[in-house]
């Protein structure tokens, strides 16, 4: 069985600070680990992907994620925060890439402030 | 860029009745799953759709849930006799048959009154 938690359903940056939305996940086989962002009165769009090669994941809009398998985590990163990335960011799992199937955390709402 | 697009945005309707949430996938995926989102719990998996039938289906999608392509376009989703537990963001996904990422709409919000 797979599943996923989000710490923190709101996290609140200044613009310009360091972004972390962490992601912790549980799984009996080799993990397939997403984050995907859902803008307002938008559809989830997939920020990147971790898929067993490189651990350090580089995704769209300066976004980063590190796959830990020592620590179960796939915490999302960005170095410095834009007002444009107040939305809300999902952490997913699955058993294969070629999957549409997900298993979804529960969601990180980020706020920036100014 | 190519989008999945799900009709209509908003759709409230009363306890009982049937809905029919619509999606239009991507021109060339042949994929299709929708996921629903009750107001603060996790977006949960419903259904796989593939090759004009179910693949896979999670305990949620029960006989209430009915899934077709009616006109090999749009894929929906039907419920039949709504209940109030039934209100959630619904969302559609779908993802070519080479692979790859699903690509999700921006999601009906069905509110049961």
């Known amino acids: 069985a797979q599943s996923v938690t989000q710490l923190g359903s709101h996290v609140s940056v200044s613009e310009g600070a360091l972004v972390l939305l962490r992601c912790n996940y549980s799984?009996?086989?080799?993990?397939?680990l997403f984050w995907y962002v859902q803008y307002p009165n938008q559809g989830l769009q997939l920020l990147l992907k971790?898929?067993?090669?490189?651990?350090l994941v580089k995704g769209i809009n300066g976004f980063e994620a590190e796959f830990k398998k020592s620590e179960t985590s796939f915490h999302l990163t960005k170095p410095s925060a834009h007002m444009s990335d107040a939305a809300e960011y999902f952490c997913?799992?699955?058993?294969?890439?070629?999957?549409?199937?997900?298993?979804f955390g529960q969601g990180t709402t980020l706020q920036v402030k100014p | 860029e190519p989008e999945v697009t799900q009709t209509p945005s908003h759709q409230v309707t009363q306890m009982g009745q049937e809905v029919i949430l619509r999606c239009v996938p991507i021109?060339?995926?042949?994929?299709f799953y929708w996921y629903r989102q009750i107001l603060g719990q996790k977006v949960e998996f419903l259904v796989s759709?593939?090759?004009?039938?179910?693949?896979?289906k999670s305990e949620i999608f029960d006989d209430q849930f009915s899934v077709e392509r009616p006109d090999g376009s749009n894929f929906t989703l039907k419920i039949r006799s709504t209940k109030l537990e039934d209100s959630a963001m619904y969302f559609c996904?779908?993802?070519?048959?080479?692979?790859?990422?699903?690509?999700f709409g921006q999601g009906t919000r069905l509110t049961v009154v």
């Open positions: 996904a779908t993802r070519s048959q080479t692979g790859g990422q699903a690509f």
């Open positions: 799984s009996s086989v080799p993990p397939y």
């Open positions: 971790y898929t067993s090669a490189a651990t």
């Open positions: 997913a799992v699955s058993h294969s890439s070629n999957t549409g199937k997900l298993i």
């Open positions: 021109s060339n995926h042949l994929y």
């Open positions: 759709f593939y090759n004009n039938e179910i693949s896979e």
